[in-house]
Structures are given as structure tokens and as C-alpha cells.
T-cell receptor, first 114, second 110 residues
Framework: DTGVSQNPRHKITKRGQNVTFRCDPISEHNRLYWYRQTLGQGPEFLTYFQNEAQLEKSRLLSDRFSAERPKGSFSTLEIQRTEQGDSAMYLC????????????FGSGTRLTVV | QKEVEQDPGPLSVPEGAIVSLNCTYSNSAFQYFMWYRQYSRKGPELLMYTYSSGNKEDGRFTAQVDKSSKYISLFIRDSQPSDSATYLCAMSAYGQNFVFGPGTRLSVLP
């Protein structure tokens, strides 16, 4: 197992376009999280899944954002009609339910909206 | 007032020094605490995970939680230039949605 994998690593898009990011968590992890991080700030929670169920969404997740985890394995995060304010690092993390386990983060997808 | 406060630094120390990194928080419901290290343009790497109050040690790292003061610390002993990174604290009430601090930039000088 190579950890949490995110693709693409970088994405440059024009304002108004749609983008989709993919996250492959550690295989035995049943929880998957999406966070967003801007320069000089800590990651901000967006949403999380337990298996295929989306259990919580942040107020940051506007209706232009949608996340799925169709079979409880990989997840996608889609941003529709991108805005310049969406430029950030999008981080995916996974963990096991229960016990004293922290998250394992991926390397992130850096989005630049021009 | 932000939910989690952390001095952004930068903090510069000589190699071999003991480093103390701190966070304060306002939500008394927080009981799960994490420390992450993040190198530039990389994802955060988990260093320590603690539950409730007390100390936890792992190699050169010691995490302390004082829930009565709403204050957590990470100590790094025998600091190395490779420890130069941004250190993020994170905390949660139920172990799921973690709130992160803005991070402290640490520079360990050879």
C-alpha cells in the first residue's frame, strides 16, 4: 500500500470551467476526508465519508462543490463553475473508524483558477 | 476569536535545541488532538495523536495536552535541520471533523 493517492497533482483551469479531483485512500481505511488549504493557513474541513455514506459537509462546501465515494473506495471532488477564490490545495485524508488513529493525508491537488 | 490559535512564527533555533510549539483553543468540547508536520507543497504528515489530557512521547517528540487551560504543546528534542517545516495542530470533539491551526513555521539552523 502506497498511502493516500491524489490525482492530478496540479490543475490549472479557466474561471467558469468544471474540474474533478480523485482520491484513492489507504485500502483498509473506511473514512475519507476532503480538506482545502490556502497559503499560510491550516487545512479547512470540507466533507467526510464513512464507507460510501457522506456523513458531514461544511458550510464551506457551496452548491458548486460535490463529492462522491460510490463504492466506498476512491472518492471524487467536483467543482463546477470555478472561481478564482477556489484556488487552493485540495487535500484528501483517510483513517480507520474508532481507536486513536489520526488521518493519513495525500500530497494534495493544487488548483489554480485563472 | 478563531477556534484554534497558533503563533505563525517563523521560529528559528540552532541545531540540537529543544523546540516548543503551542496551540490554544476556545472549544471546551475538544478532546482529540493531533500534531502534523508539513513540508512546502506537500501534504501534512501525522506526528502525534492524543486523546484527552496528559502527555505522550514518541522518539524525539512529546505532546502535552492541558484541557483545563485549553492549551496543547509539542516538544521536539535534539532538533535537526530536517525538522524545518510548518507544524500544524488539529483538534476535534468527536474524532472526525478536525479543526486545524494556521501552523508555525520552524527553521532549524545547522
Amino acid at each position: 500500500d502506497t498511502g493516500v493517492s491524489q490525482n492530478p497533482r496540479h490543475k490549472i483551469t479557466k474561471r467558469g470551467q468544471n474540474v474533478t479531483f480523485r482520491c484513492d485512500p489507504i485500502s483498509e481505511h473506511n473514512r475519507l476526508y476532503w480538506y482545502r488549504q490556502t497559503l499560510g493557513q491550516g487545512p479547512e474541513f470540507l466533507t467526510y465519508f464513512q464507507n460510501e455514506a457522506q456523513l458531514e459537509k461544511s458550510r464551506l462546501l457551496s452548491d458548486r462543490f460535490s463529492a462522491e465515494r460510490p463504492k466506498g473506495s476512491f472518492s471524487t471532488l467536483e467543482i463546477q463553475r470555478t472561481e478564482q477564490g477556489d484556488s487552493a490545495m485540495y487535500l484528501c485524508a483517510s483513517s480507520l473508524v474508532g481507536g486513536n488513529y489520526g488521518y493519513t493525508f495525500g500530497s494534495g491537488t493544487r488548483l489554480t483558477v485563472v | 476569536q478563531k477556534e484554534v490559535e497558533q503563533d505563525p512564527g517563523p521560529l528559528s533555533v540552532p541545531e540540537g535545541a529543544i523546540v516548543s510549539l503551542n496551540c490554544t483553543y476556545s472549544n471546551s468540547a475538544f478532546q482529540y488532538f493531533m500534531w502534523y508536520r508539513q513540508y512546502s507543497r506537500k501534504g501534512p504528515e501525522l506526528l502525534m495523536y492524543t486523546y484527552s489530557s496528559g502527555n505522550k512521547e514518541d522518539g524525539r517528540f512529546t505532546a502535552q495536552v492541558d484541557k483545563s487551560s485549553k492549551y496543547i504543546s509539542l516538544f521536539i528534542r535534539d532538533s535537526q535541520p530536517s525538522d524545518s517545516a510548518t507544524y500544524l495542530c488539529a483538534m476535534s470533539a468527536y474524532g472526525q471533523n478536525f479543526v486545524f491551526g494556521p501552523g508555525t513555521r520552524l527553521s532549524v539552523l545547522p
